[in-house]
């Protein structure tokens, strides 16, 4: 039976750059789940009779909001629900079975790499029917809905099993619960050059690729072990918890620092890797080398011709704004486009949609192509590997060769956490406020060439995004980009990202905090940052 419920609006229930974030007893408050659920069905309005993919990260609470979602989606007229086997779905693989099974969209839960369990982070997101998040005219019409809901709709019998494969009904509703490992793995496997890597393997050479004990276990298990060969084992911290193990799962060097050091051992294994929560992140390590996200999107753009699905090269290549301008040289090589969007996938979508670019990336250890509408941590891996059996070179010379090639784009992101959410408006404004004059002013040895707040016109649809982070750039190329996290969930976190090109070859071995130590010193005094804020020293660097 159908219930209709009296319910009352919550008023923060504005989705972020991916999806609603919040702490889980933020989540837990009555109905809180059900408003932003009922407001997102009410906007997209799909409901008749259509497919939805339901899935997560299989982080603390993603089971309960599994069976709200699809109790509520039998009561909003959806005919089909799929649903990923114990309620998991990597984002990626959610994205490729929206697309394959032409669902009208997805409920995908995740707060991504943030960390789980009671006290941890939660976050629903919708994915639109082309398999990617939802653009922002959705999303703002969905947080308009949530602040006069007055009901929402909900079947009142309990939503059936889903740990184990199989089909059920629910009303008129089929859920179906599938292997959320398989369709994403044949992906793969037609996409890659498997015989090939395989072979890579089968003569000797070593991987271990950390799954956190988050989404990506299970893909990596039956991908790189059952069916590229890799010893059993290669995968670590394979088994999904809804805690993480109590880590962090976040593929950089604070939480991945395991990886990280065996990667720099003699000893250890000739590729690294690791994923995300939710597997659409990466991070690639090669013996004695972390690639960063710029320098791997930059080489996988130059190689990816190696790989089967790119075999005809690639149309374009995409970027987020703030990650480094390595990509564009590759671009300009290849005499192709590169597009620069805010940051947050669900940018990229109308360009892949078009066929104007291939390939994607962010600062932020995000990659991936117009194979799935999401990021795809497991995706970057396999082009690596793919590329790594082609020219049999270690990561470190192609990274060498690459800059040697290209030139080096030495990058650096600072971030400081839970700063006070006034103050770092402050900070922002202040720029804001300065740009006008800021063209032609000295700063050391540097001199000011442009400065603006960023904005974005999406060439596909026209939308327009505005005040997406202050960009000062200097004359000899090297840039300073100041703007605010759209991910947190407590507080404000201010991220300032340094990059400095440099073609001297002999340069380019230098530490990337001694290339970038000028502008990290400007960055300061033209941020007002330890003025501002307090602080002297960034939380993290990546
Ligand atoms: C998520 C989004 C990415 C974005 C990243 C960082 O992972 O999917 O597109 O780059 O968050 O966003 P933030 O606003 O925290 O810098
Ligand atoms: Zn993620």
């Known amino acids: 039976m159908i219930e209709t419920i009296a319910t009352r609006p919550y ?13 889980v007893p933020h989540f837990k408050q009555p109905h809180y789940v059900h408003n932003f659920l009922q407001a997102t069905f009410d906007t997209v309005g799909r409901g008749d009779l259509e497919t939805l993919v339901i899935g997560g990260d299989g982080r603390y609470f993603n089971r309960d909001v ?23 779905l990597s984002t990626p693989a959610a994205s490729n079975l929206i697309r394959k099974r032409g ?44 602040r006069s809901i007055e009901r929402f709709r909900i079947f009142s019998a309990p939503a059936p099993e889903f740990d184990a494969v199989g089909e059920h009904r629910l009303g008129d509703m089929v859920v179906e619960v599938v292997d959320p490992v398989s369709d994403y793995a044949d992906l793969m496997e037609e996409l890659f050059d498997f015989p090939k890597i395989r072979a890579l393997i089968d003569g000797g050479f070593t991987l271990r690729f950390d799954a956190m004990h988050a989404v990506t276990g299970p893909y990596a298990t039956e991908i790189l072990e ?9 995968v670590v911290n394979a088994v999904p918890m809804e805690d993480f193990g109590g880590g962090h799962p ?80 590759v671009a300009d090589k290849l005499g192709i486009k590169t597009f620069e969007t805010p940051t947050g996938w669900k940018y990229f979508g109308n360009l892949l949609d078009a066929g104007k670019v291939t390939i994607c990336g962010e600062e932020s250890a995000g990659t991936g192509s117009d194979h799935v509408r999401e990021k795809d941590g497991v995706w970057a891996v396999l082009l690596w590997l793919n590329i790594l059996a082609e020219r049999r070179e270690s990561v470190r010379g192609i990274v060498e060769g690459h800059w040697s090639e290209f030139g080096r784009t030495f990058y650096q992101r600072h971030d400081f956490e839970e700063v006070d959410s006034d103050k770092a408006e402050g900070l922002m404004e202040s720029l804001r406020d300065r740009l006008a004059s800021m063209a032609g002013q000295r700063f050391g040895s540097l001199v000011v060439s442009e400065a603006d707040d960023f904005s974005y016109k ?38 300032v990202y340094i990059e400095r090109y440099e073609s001297n070859p002999d340069r380019h071995g230098d530490a990337p905090g001694e290339a970038l130590a ?25």
Do not use: C, W
């Open 518 to 542: 000028e502008l990290i010193s400007i960055a300061d005094s033209v941020g007002e940052i330890r003025r501002r804020t307090g602080r002297t020293e960034p939380d993290v660097i990546t």
């Open 226 to 234: 059952n069916r590229l060969g890799a010893a059993k084992g290669s």
């Open 458 to 495: 999406d060439p596909i649809d026209g939308s327009v995004a505005t005040g997406q982070g202050v960009r000062i750039v200097f004359s000899g190329g090297g840039r300073i980009v100041f703007r605010l996290s759209g991910t947190g969930t407590a507080g404000a976190t201010l991220r």
């Open 250 to 329: 976040d593929p950089n060097a604070v939480h991945a620092a395991n990886l990280i050091a065996a990667m720099m051992s003699e000893d250890g294994p000739d590729f690294g890797a690791a994923s995300d929560g939710d597997g659409d992140r990466n991070l690639i390590v090669g013996k004695g080398i972390v690639v960063t996200p710029s320098d791997s999107l930059a080489v996988l753009a130059a190689n990816a011709h190696l790989a089967p699905a790119y075999r005809q090269g690639i149309a374009g290549v995409a970027r987020s704004m703030p990650t480094s301008q390595a990509v564009d040289r």
């Open 66 to 88: 599994v069976a709200i979602a699809i109790r509520m989606a039998a009561a909003n007229g959806y005919g089909r629900v799929i649903v990923g086997q114990g309620g998991i």
């Open 103 to 146: 669902a009208a969209g997805g409920i995908i839960l995740s707060a991504s790499h943030n960390p789980g369990g009671p006290n941890g982070d939660f976050g629903i997101k919708y994915n639109i029917e082309n398999g990617g998040p939802a653009p922002e005219r959705i999303t703002s019409a969905i947080y308009e809905k949530t």
């Open 11 to 23: 008023d923060d229930q504005k989705p972020g750059t991916s999806g609603l974030r919040k702490k």
